[in-house]
């Protein structure tokens, strides 16, 4: 997980390269957030404002349009 920047009470993540496209992307997740997936906190308790679709990206770097192509609609778990 590589911070690139810094907006207000936001850190701008740089996610992996996507398995499909092959880009990578950013996500913003708040400081404590941050402060939390440091400290080891699984990614569904500690980002909370992120929808399942930019905590994927944030885990495997795969945007949600790219999984969705991949997989279909279907496949991504709502929690």
């Known amino acids: ?17 996507c398995f499909h496209c092959g880009n990578t992307g950013t996500v913003e997740i708040y400081s404590r957030e941050l402060f939390e997936l440091r400290q080891g906190a699984f990614i569904q308790d500690a980002v909370k404002s992120l929808q399942v679709e930019e905590r994927e990206q944030l885990i495997s770097g795969t945007h949600g349009k790219c999984w969705t192509d991949m997989f279909g609609e279907d496949e991504w778990i709502k929690y």
């Open 1 to 17: 997980m590589k911070v690139i920047d810094k907006k207000d009470n936001k850190y701008v993540i740089e996610t992996k390269p």
